[in-house]
């Protein structure tokens, strides 16, 4: 008897190991964004309390579980929640799924690796959707709105000396996000890259992108990023004065 065709998103990915739970149209399906930041974020999981903002399916969520995190996912969907929930019992791993706006849900805790795939796709305006499929996407005008707020928002989520891993488009500008992150106390590089064809959700804004001037006229091509942040170890406290006897 042949072996039925994978039907699921994640059967027919690198992950392919990994099944999923079907998900709803809004949900963001895990994709080349997604499966860039895998390889950098497994080896940081065994032991490690992992944060995946933004989670989607939970598919960050769900490996760095498999891998031997404790982890945390955070979407402010509802269906997303959901779908991240289903996965997770899917993958038998235990998952704390949070309802919420990035960190809001996650107040006052600290985690050893922080991963985000943020909407990132620069979008006619600033205003982001409230709900929908777009949600997942649109980044307000230059792509930036989330991922500031997550750059912005890893020294009060990381533990000292932890990692930020996330993914964004090289439209939103690369250097801005490494200085973004050098200003305010990490350390930050590339880790990984590629660059492949538009997928349809760019392509259908790539006339918007060259009449702006962001995009060259006729390129079609992604560049995506991995940008890895690294906060400060914790200092080492001062050793204790020995009264000095003259
Ligand atoms: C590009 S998708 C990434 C999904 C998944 N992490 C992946 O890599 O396949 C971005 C996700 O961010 C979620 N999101 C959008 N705005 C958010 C916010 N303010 N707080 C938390 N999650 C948000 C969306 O619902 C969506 O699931």
Redesign the pocket.
């Known amino acids: 008897m042949g072996r039925r065709p994978p039907r699921r998103p994640w059967a027919q990915k690198p992950e392919g190991h990994l099944r999923a739970a079907a998900a709803h149209p809004w949900?963001?399906?895990?994709?080349r964004?997604?499966w860039l930041?895998t390889d950098l974020l497994r080896p940081l999981c065994p032991g490690a309390r992992v944060l995946?903002?933004?989670?989607?399916?939970g598919?960050?969520a769900v490996i760095a579980a498999l891998a031997g995190a404790t982890a945390t996912a955070?979407?402010?969907?509802p269906l997303?929640v959901a779908t991240a929930r289903c996965n997770a019992a899917l993958h038998r791993v235990p998952l704390r799924v949070r309802r919420?706006?990035?960190t809001a849900p996650v107040t006052g805790e600290q985690f050893d690796v922080v991963v985000?795939?943020?909407?990132y796709v620069p979008a006619a305006t600033d205003e982001?959707p409230g709900r929908g499929r777009l949600?997942?996407?649109d980044g307000g005008r230059d792509g930036r709105a989330?991922l500031d707020r997550v750059l912005d928002s890893a020294p009060t989520v990381l533990s000292p000396g932890g990692t930020l891993l996330v993914v964004h488009s090289g439209l939103c500008g690369v250097d801005e996000s490494l200085d973004r992150l050098r200003r305010i106390g990490l350390t930050a590089e590339v880790a990984a890259q590629c660059h492949h064809p538009f997928g349809p959700e760019l392509t259908r804004r790539a006339a918007m992108l060259e009449a702006r001037g962001v995009l060259a006229p006729g390129d079609r091509t992604e560049h995506l990023v991995v940008l890895r942040a690294t906060a400060r170890a914790a200092t080492p406290a001062p050793a204790p004065q020995v009264p000095s006897v003259t």
Do not use: H, W
């Not at 955070?74 to 969907?77: A, F, K, T, Y």
């Not at 985000?116 to 909407?119: F, G, I, L, V, Y």
């Open positions: 949900v963001y399906p895990p994709q964004d997604t930041l995946d903002l933004g989670t989607g399916t598919a960050l955070v979407d402010i969907s997303a919420g706006d990035l985000s795939n943020p909407p982001l949600r997942a996407f989330l």
